[in-house]
T-cell receptor
Framework: EAGVTQSPTHLIKTRGQQATLRCSPI?????VYWYQQALGLGLQFLLW???????NRGNFPPRFSGRQFPNYSSELNVNALELEDSALYLC?????????FGPGTRLTVL | KNQVEQSPQSLIILEGKNCTLQ??????????LRWYKQDTGRGPVSLTI?????NTKSNGRYTATLDADTKQSSLHITASQLSDSASYIC???????????FGAGTRLFVKA
């Protein structure tokens, strides 16, 4: 069974640009979660999508947005990038009570 | 306030030794507690998941315990290996995954 996949692996942008990160959940999982992990810090919850709907979002500004497609894959968009947006962005899909994480996308903002 | 606190923040042990990591939580109403291992720059990988009725669960050299009364959990690593060097994250969920709290993690360094 394939795990959660994320693309790209690394992404380098400059301040003010937009970044798009992609996630494909495990087959059969309908929920997708996005987390931000800044260097040396814990995971911060960003967004939760289930059945195509945004169910909840963390304490992040509106320039962090996303969507979930009919095949349950998801995109995370970050507009007007700031230097502090540099982090590892992790996607997870869930089955019942357990979340399975992807390898992450390392976003660097210069 | 829902919180998950892990200790120690970091730990250095010699290869072959055992160690125990702690997790205290105040998340309510409790649904489950999970331990993840996260290698540097990689996504977390699930080690164990325990619900209210379970007080111990093993996964190879990893054994997690849960005391739901005191709201404490521990992760015991036996006969540590260099590959155990990673961050270990305790995650506690309330009755819906909307309320899932991540601990800050314990950074384990295993030295030869």
């Amino acid at each position: 069974e394939a795990g959660v996949t994320q693309s790209p692996t690394h992404l380098i942008k400059t301040r003010g640009q937009q970044a798009t990160l992609r996630c494909s959940p495990i087959s059969g999982h309908t929920s997708v979660y996005w987390y931000q992990q800044a260097l040396g810090l814990g995971l911060q919850f960003l967004l939760w999508y289930d059945e195509g709907e945004e169910r909840n979002r963390g304490n992040f500004p509106p320039r962090f947005s996303g969507r979930q497609f009919p095949n349950y894959s998801s995109e995370l968009n970050v507009n007007a990038l700031e230097l502090e947006d540099s982090a590892l962005y992790l996607c997870a899909s869930s089955h019942y009570n357990e979340q399975f994480f992807g390898p992450g996308t390392r976003l660097t903002v210069l | 306030k829902n919180q998950v606190e892990q200790s120690p923040q970091s730990l250095i042990i010699l290869e072959g030794k055992n160690c125990t990591l702690q997790c205290n939580y105040t998340v309510s109403p409790f649904s489950n507690l999970r331990w993840y291992k996260q290698d540097t720059g990689r996504g977390p990988v699930s080690l164990t998941i325990m619900t209210f009725s379970e007080n111990t669960k093993s996964n190879g050299r990893y054994t997690a315990t849960l005391d739901a009364d005191t709201k404490q959990s521990s992760l015991h690593i036996t006969a540590s290996q260099l590959s155990d060097s990673a961050s270990y994250i305790c995650v506690v969920s309330a009755t819906t995954l909307v309320k899932t709290i991540f601990g800050a993690g314990t950074r384990l360094f295993v030295k030869a």
